[in-house]
């Protein structure tokens, strides 16, 4: 079920919460524990909301785009809810390098 679940993360449109309400805006991070912090991907918009709040900045791109601007850092799908996953810098990597395209530009 993985790679079923990576495939589709990366094709299917994700919020990335961001710290600003500009598409270009840094990703937000989230203190997960201590000396841990990640970029924030929810897989809905309405989980986002649920967790940050109505007025949450984010971006909705797909999730090749979302972990491309996480690259060099730490991501967290769904924070705050089960099942939450963290992914470090080399589980970024791995993932990216699944066959696909994408940019990660903010129309994506």
């Known amino acids: 079920m993985r790679p079923i679940f990576r495939r589709y993360l990366l094709e299917t449109h994700v919020a990335l919460a961001l710290t600003e309400q500009h598409d270009d805006a840094p990703p937000r991070q989230i203190h997960l524990r201590e000396g841990f912090t990640a970029g924030a991907i929810f897989t809905s918009e309405e989980r986002l909301t649920h967790a940050l709040g109505a007025d949450a900045p984010h971006i909705m791109i797909n999730g090749r ?5 996480l690259v060099g850092g730490n991501a967290v799908i769904n924070p705050g809810y089960a099942p939450m ?24």
């Open 65 to 69: 785009a979302a972990l491309t601007r």
């Open 85 to 108: 996953l963290t992914l470090e810098p080399p589980d970024i990597a791995a993932y990216l390098a699944t066959q696909g395209t994408s940019s990660a530009g903010p129309t994506q």
